[in-house]
């Protein structure tokens, strides 16, 4: 054995958990990386944001699956954790993951504070989920479908790790089904941050499900409406940034050009996006046999 290795293993024998995180850091991709940077940065900013914060809203998604007391769940990029902590209310265990330390921190502080002692936070991709085959009866994913690279090896991932008679809820923002206003939607997007990759539209969500062998249950689409100012928050643009958005939503007023149905009321900029909640199984027909 050189010394080489005597002194990784000397080290992993010191701080197993921090070896491990170390050896999963190396092997992200630079997407990944990207993002676990972004939101390491903008951690408390989005902890705080409207979206991240609304309980309510995790609390109807968790009614939307059959999660009971017997319940292992999953929550993919969990962020702050607030979903997965919706979950650890009405399950046997809840585990979030995520990518971004900060966010992990800020999740199993909140868990503490609230006395949860029925979940665990954990460091991983969703692009390598770190568990067995099947283990959970839940799989989420809330907000993050549009910041992957590979959407379809994250859902695959989520399958995988999914029970035969579990269920995986998606929620995320819609992309528009007109390919010219979802490019102009998501370089706004990319505007205020740099991870955003791409809103999924209905067609191709549809798409990456029966790649999947998965099969919807239910979905629902609504709107979610934003103060412009606000949204900014999240994504914490340089001040020459802010400017070309600002003037972007303006021209969007009347337009319509980003689909994102801006309007002014009383002197504010909203706008809103389409959003899409989808509960979904492995498909039991013999469709594809
Ligand atoms: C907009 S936040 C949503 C957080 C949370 N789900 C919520 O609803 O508030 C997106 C999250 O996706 C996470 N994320 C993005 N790509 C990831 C990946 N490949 N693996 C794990 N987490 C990822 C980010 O770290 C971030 O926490």
């Not at 923002?173 to 205020?192: K, M, V």
């Amino acid at each position: 054995m050189n010394s080489g290795t005597l002194a990784a293993i000397n080290a992993f024998l010191a701080n197993p958990i921090d070896q491990h995180r170390k050896k999963i850091m190396k092997s992200l991709d630079s997407h990944t990386k990207k993002i676990q940077k972004q939101f390491n940065r903008q951690a408390n900013q989005y902890a705080q944001t409207k979206q991240a914060k609304d309980v309510q809203a995790m609390a109807g998604l968790v009614r939307l699956t059959k999660t009971d007391r017997h319940s292992q769940t999953l929550d993919v990029a969990c962020g702050p954790g607030r979903l997965t902590m919706a979950f650890a209310g009405h399950a046997k265990q809840a585990t979030g993951l995520d990518v971004t330390e900060n966010l992990l921190d800020i999740g199993r502080a909140e868990a503490q504070k609230l006395g949860i002692d029925n979940i665990e936070f954990t460091y991983g991709s969703a692009l390598d989920i770190p568990f067995e085959n099947e283990t959970f009866d839940t799989v989420s994913c809330r907000a993050a479908f549009h910041h992957f690279s590979e959407p379809g090896q994250v859902l695959q991932e989520m399958a995988r790790v999914l029970k035969p008679e579990g269920e995986i809820l998606i929620a995320d923002i819609l992309g528009n089904e007109d390919t010219a206003t979802a490019t102009r939607h998501d370089a706004l997007e990319q505007l205020c941050d740099p991870t955003h990759v791409r809103c999924i539209s209905k067609t191709y969500f549809q798409r990456l499900f029966n790649a999947t062998g998965l099969e919807i249950k239910s979905c629902r689409f609504g709107t979610m409406d934003y103060e412009v100012e606000q949204w900014l928050i999240h994504g914490g643009p340089s001040e020459a940034q802010k400017e070309k958005i600002r003037s972007t939503f303006r021209q969007s007023i009347a337009t319509n050009q980003t689909g994102l149905n801006v309007r002014e009321e009383n002197g504010i900029i909203k706008f809103s996006h389409q959003t899409a909640l989808f509960v979904l199984g492995h498909r039991t027909d013999n469709e594809n046999d």
